[in-house]
């Protein structure tokens, strides 16, 4: 068995672990991150392929959160967590949301203009720009259809850098955070998995670990720390403080983005490689229109869902693309670490609510798709009409049920939230964990609800507030 | 991955490419290895039962022996069910053919 010491460990490297370790690294701590999974070369495989989810993600593919119905959801599971699969697509937090969770959850110094000014900090880090040039055809298929229909719709900007000839890359936490803190002293261990932390009293003086070397040798590793950060998302950030006896408002309260598709054909050519980055906001904050990754696989997944013969469809796939409603869900759901399992349980519960508002969200995207020129339809509903012009839509409503509707989603968060009303909250305003005085929780599970945009950069702007604090503290 | 679940997968597979098919029945077995243990334990509980249905059904003379034909319509019927988690079980086995189907076919072809 081997041992390690050090100031800081970090747990995870996703957009919450490489931030914090890169702030604390800078500042003169001595940190090491932890990885569960391998370090992959950004460059090393295509994004959205089949060989990016075997390398990439977290049980080679989708999982599934338990409940009616099922909901499939991905994880990454590398170093640089989900930034390394996501799509890159950049919004801060909506005001009225720090304004509404501050208060709903007594956190303090959450601020809309605080949280502008941690944004600003990271985004100048990181490259966040909109696309040079007119966007994709899948893009400004959002775009015009919303223009057709006088519905509100914005161009997002990504995490992305772009060369002179307008090439762009995205800029993932392997790309970005995590080698600033290597370059700031910082230790990144990969392929290293925490079993457990080591408590005494009111501290966690320590965490036991399995790591498994690139030749396939596996050994056991204590690392001793004097603080730790947990950052391992909102499934596993709860799933290791319950199998190290801490349940307390842990686990809990799990939001996401319930998402429901609909595979668009086209009357000429749209692009496949990378995700449209226009949004229809019309129906915000409840419901957010947007397009997914369409390369033919996802395609042709999208096209299956009906369950009718898609072999005619499929011939044609360069024109399909595929796009989603997702909602901000009234359900919630909980991460369980039960003993003798090696990964947790996740449930979730929809609302009625939420099937009607899936609903509405499926129908208003097909109302767009047709404005912007689709001539078919395919929604992600078992037995649900393809659709080819305006009537079509009115069955859907009936159509999207628990039995029928197939959901996924990539936005997992407010597993263990944060704020001063105890009652509520996991950890306190700034993300220690109530009861223990070295611990912290700094990721996606801290934010109270589902934001309704991709969390990413809500994620990156609290944890560098939460290491300000911390810095400012010790 | 159980007898049933390689014989799902072959019916599902519609190339008749034989690399493609390979290629496409590994990709499920290693997803199949990966998944959270507690939703592996119930696939393969769902293969056994489904499996031995279908072989009872077999032995009766009321469903063809070797004919992916059969099975297909049968998959179907139970991805319409009443029970969700038989429904869960097609849509989990279709989804990982067609993705797989798809992305591993070479360049170019249909």
Not at chain 1, 19 to 43: I, M
Not at chain 1, 157 to 175: C, E, H, I, W
Not at chain 1, 282 to 294: C, D, H, L, R, T
Request: aromatic fraction near 6%; charged fraction near 20%.
């Amino acid at each position: 068995m081997a041992d390690l010491v050090t100031d800081v460990l970090v747990v995870g490297s996703g957009a919450g672990g490489a931030v914090t370790a890169a702030a604390l690294a800078r500042a003169g701590r001595t940190v090491t991150v932890l990885e569960e999974g391998p370090w992959v070369d950004a460059d090393a495989v295509p994004p959205f392929s089949l060989e990016e989810m075997v390398a990439k993600y977290r049980h080679k593919g989708p999982t599934a959160a338990f409940g009616n119905p099922v909901i499939a959801y991905t994880e990454g599971r590398c170093v640089g967590g989900s930034t390394e699969i996501n799509s890159g697509l950049y919004h801060r937090l909506p005001h009225h949301l720090a304004d509404e969770w501050r208060s709903a959850y007594a956190i303090d110094e959450f601020t809309p203009e605080a949280l502008d000014g941690y944004a600003d900090r990271v985004e100048g880090q990181l490259s966040v720009a909109r696309v040079p040039g007119a966007p994709p055809p899948s893009s400004a298929a959002l775009e015009r259809g919303a223009t057709k229909l006088g519905w509100r719709n914005v161009e997002f900007a990504r995490v992305f850098a772009y060369d002179a000839q307008g090439r762009g890359t995205k800029q993932t936490m392997s790309r970005t955070m995590l080698p600033a803190a290597l370059a700031a002293g910082a230790t990144i261990i990969p392929d290293c998995r925490v079993l457990g932390l080591i408590t005494r009293g009111d501290r966690v003086v320590g965490a036991r670990c399995r790591r498994t070397h690139p030749g396939g040798g596996v050994e056991r590793l204590n690392v001793r720390a004097d603080h730790v950060f947990v950052c391992g998302g909102a499934v596993h950030t709860p799933a290791l403080l319950q199998r190290s006896g801490i349940r307390r408002n842990v686990g809990n309260g799990l939001k996401m983005h319930p998402t429901i598709k609909i595979a668009a054909r086209f009357p000429h050519p749209v692009d496949h490689d990378g995700v449209p980055m226009h949004r229809v906001t019309e129906f915000s904050p409840f419901v957010a229109i947007g397009g997914s990754a369409s390369r033919k696989g996802y395609v042709a997944l999208a096209l299956a869902d009906t369950g009718e013969p898609y072999a005619e469809a499929m011939a044609d796939w360069e024109n399909i693309s595929v796009y989603y409603a997702a909602i901000r869900s009234e359900g919630s759901g909980r991460v369980l670490a039960a003993r003798g399992l090696r990964s947790p349980v996740v449930t979730y519960s929809l609302t009625e609510g939420d099937l009607s508002r899936l609903a509405r969200g499926l129908v208003h995207l097909g109302e767009l798709l047709l404005a912007a020129g689709a001539t078919e339809l395919h929604p992600s509903v078992a037995g649900g009409t393809v659709a080819h012009r305006l009537d079509d839509l009115g069955s859907w409503w009936d159509q999207v049920t628990r039995a029928r509707a197939n959901l996924m989603t990539v936005h997992l968060t407010s597993s263990v939230r944060m704020g001063e009303n105890r009652d509520r909250t996991g950890a306190d305003s700034f993300g220690r964990v109530w009861g223990y005085s070295n611990l912290r929780v700094n990721d996606g599970s801290l934010i109270p609800d589902a934001p309704g945009v991709n969390p990413q950069a809500a994620i990156m702007a609290i944890a560098t507030r939460n290491c300000d604090q911390f810095l400012a503290e010790a | 991955m159980l007898w049933f679940e390689r014989e799902v997968v072959g019916a599902l597979t519609e190339s008749p490419d034989q690399p493609l098919r390979s290629s496409v029945e590994s990709f499920v077995d290693g997803t199949l290895r990966d998944m959270p243990e507690h939703l592996r334990a119930g696939v393969v509980g769902e293969s056994v039962l489904l499996g031995t249905y279908v072989a009872g059904l077999r032995a009766l003379g009321r469903m063809a022996a070797d004919d992916p034909a059969a099975l297909l319509d049968r998959l179907d019927a139970w991805e319409a069910s009443r029970i969700g988690v038989v429904r869960s079980y097609v849509r989990l086995m279709r989804s990982l053919v067609v993705l797989a189907e798809n992305e591993l076919a070479p360049e170019g072809a249909a």
